[in-house]
């Protein structure tokens, strides 16, 4: 009986998969080079280029094309506040109270006193991405909150 070989074709196929599946894995686990921290944790990270997220809280200022859109972001779970300068393009559910990741650095010296962390995060040019609420979510009525 004469022995089959593998085609030449099959092996550069399997082999060529291979290749895409450890580049595939490789950029979900360690491509994502961008950390992703709150803003209780910024005076860690003061000279990188980090990905901020929190919570619209207090009012907003300003123009997101000329100088820039003011307002605060806090901690998911704290009380702790960060100033946000950011120009770009602002998305359609960008309001008070709606979850922000925003990419930038922090500029100040980044110390925490009481509730505020000094200095201003400045966000990257059209980096601002907001969390869709929930359709899940009970809706709070207004004319009745609960006590």
Do not use: W
């Amino acid at each position: 009986m004469a022995e089959r070989r593998l085609p030449v074709r099959l092996v550069i196929a399997l082999s060529v998969a291979v290749v895409l599946a450890v580049f595939l894995l490789y950029t979900s686990f360690a491509g994502g080079a961008t950390p992703s921290i709150r803003p209780s944790q910024l005076n860690d990270n003061i000279a990188q280029q980090v990905t901020l997220a929190g919570i619209v809280v207090g009012e907003v200022s300003g123009d997101s094309r000329a100088e820039g859109m003011h307002f605060f972001l806090k901690d998911f779970d704290g009380d702790t506040t960060v100033e946000i300068v950011y120009k770009g393009r602002v998305p359609d559910l960008f309001k008070v109270g709606r979850h922000v990741f925003l990419e930038g650095t922090m500029t100040g010296p980044g110390t925490l006193e009481g509730d505020l962390v000094q200095g201003e995060f400045v966000g990257i040019e059209d980096s601002m991405v907001t969390k869709c609420p929930s359709k899940y979510a009970p809706v709070e009525d207004e004319a009745h909150p609960e006590s």
